[in-house]
């Protein structure tokens, strides 16, 4: 282990030895200028014999060792040393609440400034401003609804995820408040505690669905104990979406038959899923809806709960600060006494002058610093050892901290999926993806679709195709950048074997050794996987690629035949 890596800041230590060498030079030199002094007055025989006994000497060697080991104890402890490990808490007291949040396309609509998705989050803010909530959750919701945090009390995991929210996290278009109060109901009922729970859903409640569905999901909440209560946002005029074509530029959303979409607020499904539920429903003309939600929750019961918080390395700044100060202390003493024996003397600022320099010292370092703690190279330790959770534990400080770099945000996401947080590691990736470095868009292009090839190995069998095919779409870009990538190649077929298939599927394909994600570029590599062997050329590559396009044209017509519509109803995607 380098002995550097217990200190937060270890350049700092070569501060603490220029400054102890300084206090010893300063000491000495000002030592010399005192004799200097004493002897333009006379003979030293005549002149010891005028002044008190020890104040010629004034122990000038033990003083600057003094002040250089108090000088040299106060720079380490400003370097940050930390080592063992202590396990921190948080306690918290409020209520259990989730947030299920409308992200389809129509929340794009600029009925509302700048638009109501935009709004929707204004008001999340407003809401966890006002306090009183424990612990909460996040639900992104559109066609499908995906939980972005589960119940934390983590501030800074719920502001990474509510700023990065928007249409292009949601998988399947559309909209469906049976499915976001469906799941909301889930997490709630999966919390421990006797806090009150509640689920807050905010949409335009623009749905598509049969009111029943929503009615049947609202009083399933109402029999878990969890109140209900439902926002709506927009204006009955509605407005166009904002939107862009195949080519990237500016477009408005518009339907099958090429119409222009104008998207409308609708409060029936909002309203009648609140009146199922016995719970609150506050219309989009309202003001101020953040306080009105909090009203509605009011009578519900606070709990106190403690919350792991993680483990961090132990400050021991104390250890060398201490006995700086003790030192210190001990020096002024021993000037005092001597300044009382003689009242007055040329050297009387020195001890000030010295004490002024190790105390700024000692300030600086009694602020407490975890952002350099929780460092990328603390991150990547933990990444090689194999550690992901706490490395991605470190990562989310550092962006927390103000480093939301595409790299940094990169790594987080890498750390989650390594750690096997693929929801979320998925919506970090797909922004990196859009990154102009090619080697970022390269790694976290990859790393997406390996988080959707993993979702789909963990699904059951006739639920996995939604997933394999995001893996495969995504993966097909991959090989466009790189068709010499032996991962991705080997990823790509898995993602083809495993998926569904009328009258049997294809076969595993040693389908256990699956590629571990990209690391981080900051990161040391870690040991190569298990491959299959030789390599595929780009005649191969572009084999696969026609192979998938069939497949997929097979796998739609089998839809259809079955009746089961890829879209969804009245062909409504937004």
């Known amino acids: 282990m380098n002995p550097l890596s217990v200190f937060d800041r270890p350049w700092v230590l070569v501060l603490a030895l220029v400054l102890a060498v300084a206090l010893a030079f300063l000491t000495v030199h000002a030592q010399r200028v005192r004799r200097a002094r004493l002897a333009r007055l006379g003979a030293p025989s005549v002149v010891s014999r005028l002044l008190p006994a020890n104040a010629a000497s004034a122990g000038s060697g ?48 600029t009925d509302e400034r700048p638009n109501r998705l935009e709004h929707v989050k204004q008001e999340v803010r407003r809401l966890r401003a006002l306090g009183n909530t424990g612990r909460v959750g996040l639900i992104a919701f559109a066609g499908r609804s995906y939980i972005l945090t589960p119940m934390t009390v983590d501030d800074g995991a719920l502001d990474l995820f509510l700023d990065n929210l928007d249409p292009s996290i949601v998988g399947q278009a ?49 029999e878990a104990g969890i109140v209900l209560v439902t926002v709506g946002f927009g204006t009955p005029q509605g407005s166009t979406i904002p939107t862009t074509d195949d080519n990237g530029k500016p477009a408005l959303k518009t339907d099958e038959s090429g119409a222009v979409v104008v998207s409308r607020y609708s409060p029936d499904l909002l309203k009648a899923a609140a009146e199922a539920n016995g719970g609150a429903f506050i219309p989009a003309e309202q003001t101020d809806k953040a306080a009105r939600i909090r009203s509605a929750l009011s009578s519900l019961r606070a709990s106190e709960v403690a919350i792991a918080a993680g483990a961090q390395r132990t400050p021991r700044f104390q250890l060398f600060l201490a006995p700086a100060l003790l030192l210190l202390l001990l020096d002024t003493w021993l000037v005092d006494r001597r300044r009382r024996r003689r009242m007055t ?230």
Not at 82 to 106: F, H, N, P
Not at 183 to 188: H, I, M, P, S
């Open 62 to 109: 033990w003083r600057a060792l003094r002040l250089a080991l108090a000088g040299a104890l106060a720079g380490i402890a400003l370097a940050g040393p930390r080592w063992g490990s202590e396990k921190t808490q948080v306690k918290v007291s409020g209520y259990d609440l989730v947030l299920a949040l409308d992200a389809s396309l129509s929340m794009l609509a």
């Open 345 to 574: 003397g040329p050297a009387a600022a020195t001890p000030a002058t010295a004490a002024a320099a190790v105390l700024l010292c000692c300030i600086v370092a009694l602020a407490p610093s975890t952002a350099r703690a929780d460092d990328a190279a603390d991150a990547a330790r933990a990444y090689k050892a194999g550690k992901f959770a706490e490395a991605a534990a470190l990562y989310r400080r550092i962006v927390q901290g103000g480093n939301t770099s595409p790299t940094m945000v990169y790594n987080l996401a890498t750390a989650l999926l390594a750690a096997d947080s693929l929801d979320r590691a998925a919506l970090l990736l797909d922004k990196v993806a859009a990154s102009k470095d090619p080697e970022l868009r390269y790694r976290a292009l990859f790393n997406l679709g390996l988080a959707h090839l993993k979702r789909g190995l963990a699904s059951p069998k006739d639920s996995a195709g939604e997933a394999l095919d995001s893996a495969l779409s995504v993966y097909k870009r991959v090989l466009l950048l790189r068709s010499d990538d032996k991962d991705a190649k080997w990823n790509y077929e898995l993602a083809l074997r495993k998926k569904p298939k009328g009258g049997g599927g294809g076969g595993g394909g040693g389908g256990g050794n699956e590629a571990s994600p990209k690391p981080d570029p900051n990161a040391p590599e870690p040991q190569p996987q298990p491959q299959p062997a030789g390599s595929l050329g780009q005649q191969r590559a572009e084999q696969i690629l026609n192979s998938a396009a069939r497949d997929e044209r097979d796998v739609q017509a089998r839809k259809q035949r079955e009746g089961r519509p890829n879209s969804p109803p009245g062909g409504k995607d937004w």
């Open 174 to 222: 559309g909209s469906s408040l049976a499915r976001a109060v469906r799941q909301g109901t889930d997490l709630l009922a999966a919390t421990t505690g006797d806090a009150g729970k509640a689920l807050v859903v905010m949409s335009d409640g623009e749905a598509f669905e049969p009111v029943e569905d929503v009615v049947d999901a609202a009083k399933r909440a109402r």
